[in-house]
T-cell receptor
Framework: AQSVTQPDIHITVSEGASLELRCNYSYGATPYLFWYVQSPGQGLQLLLKYFSGDTLVQGIKGFEAEFKRSQSSFNLRKPSVHWSDAAEYFC???FGVGNKLTFGGGTRVLVKP | DGGITQSPKYLFRKEGQNVTLSCEQN?????MYWYRQDPGQGLRLIYY???????QKGDIAEGYSVSREKKESFPLTVTSAQKNPTAFYLCASIPRDAKGGNQPQHFGDGTRLSIL
């Protein structure tokens, strides 16, 4: 069965420091890949997506992600975090018919002043 | 502005009661989805519908029911058979891609359901 793993449940970073969130998936072919962000009590906002082509994709709010086929990974990065980046981040992959998404368990990011 | 509206924002259910969560979209999207979110478990798919009058079970459909009578509406009923309904419920939709590829899902702001 397809699966998505986000190994880090919580990450704490200082404001201005760099951030990297890990995502690994298990699937026989290259899926469609997404990163979403969720503020408390809110829905999910799309940060970026990878369908094909350049393996380094740029998203909103200064985020980028790199698809590495050999490692089945799609890690999210930001060079310098802002206090407003404190939120929960979800990696998701779409498999097959129906555009169904499978989500990782999420990584909660805390930003220290 | 177009978007997905979920209501109510908070909902309480008594034992043995069915409750219905509303999801309306004015994005003219064809497919709609219901997810359940529990702490530390990410989102899990309950039901989805790709066209009007058709829907499929997701990974955790037991204790839930849906209907899709109109393109813009996809209500979710949490029945009394769902023994652990306390969760955050998110509705999503997706446009039809003329090229047949995947598109990112758009999400509503969710409904938090609790047991009285």
């Amino acid at each position: 069965a397809q699966s998505v793993t986000q190994p880090d449940i919580h990450i704490t970073v200082s404001e201005g420091a760099s951030l990297e969130l890990r995502c690994n998936y298990s699937y026989g072919a290259t899926p469609y890949l997404f990163w979403y962000v969720q503020s408390p009590g809110q829905g999910l906002q799309l940060l970026l997506k990878y369908f094909s082509g350049d393996t380094l994709v740029q998203g909103i709010k200064g985020f980028e992600a790199e698809f590495k086929r050999s490692q089945s990974s799609f890690n999210l990065r930001k060079p310098s975090v802002h206090w407003s980046d404190a939120a929960e981040y979800f990696c998701a992959v779409a498999f097959g018919v129906g555009n169904k998404l499978t989500f990782g368990g999420g990584t909660r990011v805390l930003v220290k002043p | 502005d177009g978007g997905i509206t979920q209501s109510p924002k908070y909902l309480f259910r008594k034992e043995g009661q069915n409750v219905t969560l509303s999801c309306e979209q004015n994005l003219n999207h064809d497919a709609m989805y219901w997810y359940r979110q529990d702490p530390g478990q990410g989102l899990r798919l309950i039901y989805y519908s790709q066209i009007v009058n058709d829907f499929q079970k997701g990974d955790i459909a037991e204790g839930y029911s849906v209907s899709r009578e109109k393109k813009e509406s996809f209500p979710l009923t949490v029945t009394s058979a769902q023994k652990n309904p306390t969760a955050f419920y998110l509705c999503a939709s997706i446009p039809r891609d003329a090229k047949g590829g995947n598109q990112p899902q758009h999400f509503g702001d969710g409904t938090r359901l609790s047991i009285l």
